[in-house]
């Protein structure tokens, strides 16, 4: 039963930070543009400079080399990156039923990268981040460019890993009904604060 441990991590933009997100827990973010959330995702992935550190279960990042670090502690980029040419040339098997869930063809793994539209790349971005089957998930807005039937296929997609895996889920958001759809626990960064929020 994973558990992520945010013990005392500071950025540029945040004071240090100490948050544990229980197995199965998703744990929403908001604030406003510029405030900090996309660094703090990053720091915890330990992709920027940071203090402080996270721990997966008692296993802190600075133990592990950091490609173990972030197969095991997922983290998807509000926009995508892709490296090769073609789709399926960044999964690790072509798995038809993942893709189908997102709304997409299994012959998307052999389309090539430049066609592929804003959201296909977002979905499929989700799509090759459950491909690794990570441990603990650190989602940067996932359905800000889908629209509302995908933006459902992939909350329940999710949700269904989450289950499944018992995964700790950090979710920032901007949707207030998203939100409140999928969070237990609700926090906003205000004035380098995480600040938790009270139904």
């Known amino acids: 039963m994973p558990r992520l441990t945010i013990a005392k991590l500071a950025t540029a933009l945040l ?5 544990v997100i229980e197995s199965s827990e ?4 908001h604030g406003l543009s510029g405030s900090g959330k996309s660094m703090l995702l990053r ?4 992709l920027d400079d940071h203090t ?6 008692d296993t802190p990042c600075s133990a592990i080399a950091a490609p173990e670090w972030r197969r095991r502690v997922g983290y998807l980029t509000a926009e995508t990156h892709w490296w090769a040419a073609f789709v399926g040339e960044h999964f690790h098997e072509r798995n038809s039923e993942l893709v189908s869930r997102l709304g997409l063809p299994e012959e998307v793994f052999d389309w090539e990268v430049g066609r592929l539209s804003t959201g296909e790349k977002q979905r499929l971005g989700i799509a090759r981040l459950l491909d690794n089957r990570p441990e603990a998930l650190l989602l940067d807005e996932p359905t800000a460019n889908l629209d509302q039937d995908h933006t459902h296929m992939t909350e329940e997609l999710l949700k269904d890993y989450q289950a499944r895996h ?12 998203q939100r409140s ?3 237990n626990r609700h926090f906003r960064i205000e004035q ?3 600040v938790e929020e009270r139904a």
Not at 52 to 57: I, W, Y
């Open 15 to 19: 004071d240090p930070v100490n948050l």
């Open 26 to 29: 998703t744990v929403m973010l």
């Open 166 to 177: 018992e995964t700790p889920f950090l979710w920032v958001s901007h949707s207030p009904e």
């Open 52 to 57: 402080g550190d996270a721990l997966l279960d």
């Open 43 to 46: 720091a915890i992935a330990d």
């Open 192 to 194: 380098r604060r995480l």
């Open 181 to 183: 759809r999928i969070g």
